[in-house]
């Protein structure tokens, strides 16, 4: 059984940063793209970063030039550093992969469980 957990979130100040890592554990033969997604109360799921198997990356407007999103694929691992966070990036942070489990298999989309991030004073 493959699964994605996460782990890093927690409270933290206006400004402050934060790292968020995921790791993918199981029978795995390859990863395709991987991703951070989030969600805040009584908001719909956002697509927050995102990452290829080449590196290429994608960022939504609104973490732009604060949030990285980095792989490494020797460990099947993604990680996001939130710098400058601001209040409105307090949500629950979702883990997103696209893995391939035998030579044999299609790819499936897998998520974590997800992980707390809460930005106050």
């Known amino acids: 059984q493959v699964q994605l957990v996460e782990s890093g979130g927690g409270l933290v100040q206006p400004g402050g940063s934060l790292r968020l890592s995921c790791a993918a554990s199981?029978?795995?033969?390859?990863?395709?793209?991987m991703g951070w997604y989030r969600q805040a109360p009584g908001k719909e799921r956002e697509l927050v970063a995102r990452?290829?198997?080449?590196?290429?990356?994608y960022y939504a407007d609104s973490v732009k030039d604060r949030f990285t999103i980095s792989r490494d694929n020797a460990k099947n691992m993604v990680y996001l550093q939130m710098n400058s966070l601001k209040p409105e990036d307090t949500a629950v942070y979702y883990c997103?992969?696209?893995?391939?489990?035998?030579?044999?298999?299609?790819?499936?989309?897998?998520w974590g469980q997800g992980t707390q991030v809460t930005v106050s004073s």
């Open positions: 199981g029978s795995i033969f390859s990863i395709n793209a």
């Open positions: 997103n992969s696209e893995i391939q489990r035998y030579w044999y298999t299609r790819q499936q989309e897998l």
């Open positions: 990452i290829s198997s080449g590196g290429s990356a």
